[in-house]
């Protein structure tokens, strides 16, 4: 689909860009990923901030994904899957 050339003034080949670009287009209207990806970067910033440990935050990280696919294909609704996701908050 892209080439492998560098274009000039990028580091990396079409390939690489040219997929990234299609991905993030692809999940960014979406509001249930732009929900996961904003919680996962709070809890991720937890971890690395050692406000929780990093078992805690993969154990979170793999439950929020699996919610995640749930609520993506209608079994879970949208308001409890980002009521979920905001629990954490005050924490």
Sequence with gaps: MFCDKIASGETKPCSII?????????????PVHEAHTKAYRRMNS?????????????TWSDEA?????????GEL???????????????
Excluded: M, P, V, Y
Excluded at 18 to 30: F, I, R
């Design 18 to 30: 040219g997929s990234l670009k299609l991905h993030k287009a692809a999940k960014a209207d979406n």
């Design 46 to 58: 937890k971890a690395r901030t050692k406000r929780i440990t990093q078992s805690e935050f993969l």
């Design 65 to 73: 994904r699996a919610k995640r696919d749930l609520c993506l294909r």
């Design 77 to 91: 609704k949208f308001e409890e899957f980002a009521g979920w996701l905001d629990a954490d908050k005050k924490k």
